[in-house]
């Protein structure tokens, strides 16, 4: 008679049966929960920490959750975000304009108000610790195909010497065949300029003089008033300004060369305003002279700022006009004239030159003014250098002055083609600005082609570099959720713990007074591989804990009471319950960084001196490495432990006049 199994058994066989024809049906992602589950209970243990660091997302509330398009760190300790409309027009459309205030101590937040719209403009740190923000968004692009009137610059003329002329928007301008078109803002003309020249005289000894008037001019956005190609033009013009009666209609003009349905780009603001972090607000100051989308704001050795390139009112890249900015006096002046591209990375050299790496977030022509170069403001003289790899691919890279700032020694890291290009980079390069003709050389390079790549300065002088994309906005789902640390004296990068958010265009990070480094922002186009779903902006905040934070907490350097204040040169003492612990001291710079660019960070090293019971840091004297304002001072032992940060400010210096000590600049 044949076996026949029991119930019992044949429950099991179909049971077990029934859990392989499952398993085998869901393997995959049976095996990546399996996976995932390692990887959190890996990542979660102490001694991964120790070596990879870890990161963490805060709790951040649905009501203070922005399009961070920019972030500063302020010496109060808490970080600045600002998203202006957030490259979200319904919310310019709207006017909300959103700025929120993040306290890293204990992740509080606070609406700040907004009172323009800030979404791409530049920032600085000036000395008093206020924070310098300059221009924004005054009008969002019309991409081609979109625009349905025909549109462009008006340069308004004034004649009369006597008085400006004040436009508001909505004046409408004539043309000589009767086609009308309309000001999106108001405009104001200065005064013409009264002066003398030469008349025609018979050739005797006496040359005869005649009173001469020139116009005042400035520009203004215009649009036909009707849709079609009615308002399409490429002759130059003059236009009468409706509205105007007897010598102001004479005086008061318009002229325009072409007024077209092409593309119409950002468009900027002149606004400017400090952010005081004491009071928790903006505070406005003078205007720029120019309207400014995409500047780049730079501190000098002196305390002032150079405001640098940017789309005009008009949405044309400034073309060479940049300005100055003193916070004593609150007001702007014309400064050296030079043309950059959208956003350049420019570095405060020994000496007060600047280096342009190269390094820009995009607009302007991809053959005029992208070439690295040193640049010293006080002669208006740019110097060329070279030997940079992937030349054409700098556009959205990334540069840092490495660490410590003495050894003038700054790197670019990926980068991409320009415009919406698929080429991205994993070239990195550094320039010695101490060699006798500086160049690029190459460097270890990134583990992949990365765009957007966020580098920050760490106590430890390394850099620490996390996020990107290898495609143009993360398009094709190119995030690289992958970070590292790179050791400028041994020239490798070192695997870091992986972040759990993917980060590209307008993502932001910084270090934090704790040793940390917080992540902010991205604005992927698509959210998935095949670019058919759009993206939305990423509100996750996280933070990264490096493995430094994870050695013996008890053997961390501490630095206890001193002073707020140093001048340069100076020397401050700290009490510190074990000094011997200290081996090394930095002031670090506080970042202020959108876009990729982040000109204020800066690390330098600080002679120091251990006594009983305290240390004693003694400061660099040359205000082109140490430029006034706070910064962070982190004591480290040995094996690059930091302390918390104590927030010290370095006075600006007796006398403090731009210069251009640079021995190898060629003469010209």
Known sequence: ??????????????????????????????????????????????????????????????????????????????????????????????????????????????????????????????????????????????????????????????????????????????????????????????????????????????????????????????????????????????????????????????????????????????????????????????????????????????????????????????????????????????????????????????????????????????????????????ANRFTPVGGLADADQLETSSSVLLPPAQDQKVMVLGGGGVGESRLSTRRTAVIDLKAPHPAFRSTAPLPQGTRYLSSVLLPDDSVFTTGGSSDYRGRGASDIRKAQFYYPRRDTFVAAADPAVGRDYHSEALLLPDGRVATFGSDPLFADKDNTKLGKFEHRLEVYTPPYLYRDPALRPVLGAGPSEVAPGGRAAFASPHPERIARARLMRPSAVTHSTDVEQRSVELGVTRTGGSVTVEVPGDPTLVPPGWYMLFAADADGTPSVARWIRVTEPVTATPTSDVGWMPAE
């Open 1 to 378: 008679m044949a076996h026949r199994p029991s119930k019992r058994f044949k429950k099991t066989v179909l049971g077990t049966g029934a859990a392989l024809v499952l398993l085998a049906l869901n393997a995959p992602a049976t095996l990546s929960f399996a996976g995932d589950a390692f990887h959190a209970y890996k990542i979660g243990q102490r001694s991964y920490k120790v070596q990879y660091g870890s990161w963490d997302l805060v709790d951040l509330p649905v009501e203070y959750r922005i399009n961070a398009m920019h972030a500063a760190l302020l010496h109060t300790g808490k970080v600045l975000l600002i998203a202006g409309s957030g490259n979200n027009q319904r919310n310019f459309d709207r006017g909300t304009f959103e700025t929120v205030l993040w306290n890293p101590a204990d992740d509080t937040f606070k609406k700040i108000p907004t009172p323009e719209d800030f979404f791409c403009s530049g920032h600085a740190q000036l000395p008093d610790g206020r924070l310098l923000v300059a221009g924004g968004t005054a009008r969002y692009e019309v991409l081609d195909g979109k625009v349905t009137r025909a549109g462009g610059g008006m340069r308004v003329k004034n004649e009369n010497p006597d008085k400006a002329v004040t436009l508001k928007k909505g004046t409408r301008f004539r043309s000589p065949s009767g086609v009308e078109y309309v000001s999106r803002f108001d405009v104001t003309v200065p005064p013409a300029t009264r002066g003398f020249e030469a008349a025609p005289g018979d050739g005797g000894a006496a040359t005869p003089w005649r009173a001469r008037v020139t116009a005042a001019e400035a520009r203004v956005f215009v649009e036909a008033v009707r849709e079609g190609r009615e308002g399409l033009t490429t002759q130059a013009a003059q236009y009468r300004v409706l509205g105007l009666q007897g010598r102001d209609a004479d005086d008061v003009y318009g002229l325009a060369e072409r007024l077209s349905t092409a593309k119409q780009d950002f468009q900027g603001i002149r606004s400017a305003y400090e952010f005081d972090p004491r009071a928790e607000k903006y505070v406005p100051v003078d205007p720029m002279r120019d309207a400014r989308w995409y500047p780049t704001l730079v501190g000098l050795q002196d305390g002032r700022v150079l405001a640098v390139s940017g789309l005009n009112d008009v949405g044309d890249v400034v073309p060479g006009d940049n300005e100055m900015y003193d916070p004593r006096t609150r007001t702007w002046s014309k400064g050296p004239f030079h043309y950059f591209p959208t956003y350049p990375a420019l570095f405060l050299t020994r000496g007060g030159s600047l280096l342009f790496t190269g390094s820009n977030a995009g607009y302007g022509p991809k053959d005029k003014g992208r070439a690295p170069g040193i640049w010293d403001p006080a």
